[in-house]
C-alpha cells in the first residue's frame, strides 16, 4: 500500500509539494540545459491548451462531440496550469516561494491598493 499524502493547503505544505514535483521531473528529465527549460516552459501551454478542452466540453461547443467535460474537469486543469506554472518558476529560480510571494504582493498592492494595518 502506497502512502497517501496530505492535500496541501498551508503555503509550507504546497512549496513542498512543488519541490518534490520539481526534483522528480528534474531526476527523470530527458533534455537539459535551454532545450530542458523551454520544453519545461511549453509544457505550461499545453495545461492552458487542456483548459480549453475541458471549457469547451464543459459547454457542449462542439457539436459533433456535444458534451465531454463537466465543470470539475476544468477545475482539475485549471489546478495543473498553477501547478505546472509553479514547477516552472521552481525551474527557473530555486527562490519561487520567495519570488512567487513578492510578485503577488505586488499585483494585489497595484489592484487592490496597500494593506491596511
Known amino acids: 500500500m502506497t502512502e497517501q499524502r496530505t ?3 498551508d503555503p509550507a505544505a504546497l512549496w513542498s509539494s512543488i519541490e518534490d514535483l520539481w ?4 531526476t527523470n528529465r530527458r533534455h537539459g540545459g535551454e532545450t530542458g527549460l523551454v520544453l519545461r516552459m511549453l509544457k505550461l501551454t499545453e495545461e492552458v491548451g487542456e483548459v480549453a ?4 466540453g464543459a459547454t457542449g461547443q462542439n457539436p459533433r462531440k ?3 467535460h463537466t465543470w470539475e474537469d476544468v477545475q482539475g486543469e485549471l489546478c ?7 514547477v516552472a518558476l521552481r525551474t527557473l529560480t ?3 516561494a520567495g519570488v512567487f510571494g513578492r510578485h503577488l504582493a505586488g499585483v494585489t498592492e497595484r489592484s487592490l ?3 491596511e494595518p
Open 23 to 26: 526534483t522528480w521531473l528534474d
Open 53 to 56: 478542452q475541458a471549457v469547451i
Open 66 to 68: 456535444g458534451v465531454t
Open 7 to 9: 492535500p496541501p493547503c
Open 113 to 115: 491598493g496597500p494593506r
Open 80 to 86: 495543473d496550469v498553477v501547478i505546472t506554472a509553479l
Open 94 to 96: 530555486p527562490d519561487a
